[in-house]
Nanobody
């Protein structure tokens, strides 16, 4: 069983920045595809960003391109989401997710699909005030 734990959420004013961090147990995160999703009240879960286990591929949702950056810190075994130029519409619970199978056999689901990931964190609240 892989445990995924997010940290770093909070309250920030519009235009500000926050950095989320995600730790995953089990193997090194360099062997996992890692993704961030978010869900605002009354809305569906939305893809935010992902990084492949090889580190060579990063993907972003259209609403965060140019403002958010996903990165992996292999020394700390974490994946980070740097969020800049935050907007009130970025307010949501942010979830980190891990895919442990692509390293061995790939996945039929694309990286921006929740179905690509088997393990999820409990989420961390991000609130952006106007």
């Amino acid at each position: 069983q892989v445990q995924v734990v997010e940290s770093g959420g909070g309250l920030v004013q519009a235009g500000g920045s926050l950095r989320l961090s995600c730790a995953a147990s089990g193997r090194a995160v360099s062997t996992y595809d890692m993704g961030w999703f978010r869900q605002a009240p009354g809305k569906a879960r939305e893809f935010v960003a992902s990084v492949s286990w090889s580190g060579g591929d990063t993907f972003y949702g259209d609403s965060v391109k140019g403002r958010f950056t996903i990165s992996r810190d292999d020394a700390k075994n974490t994946v980070n989401l740097q969020m800049d130029s935050l907007k009130p519409e970025d307010t949501a619970v942010y979830y980190c997710a891990a895919d442990t199978s692509s390293y061995f056999s790939g996945s039929i689901y694309p990286d921006n699909s929740p179905l690509h990931y088997q393990y999820w964190g409990q989420g961390t609240q991000v609130t952006v005030s106007s």
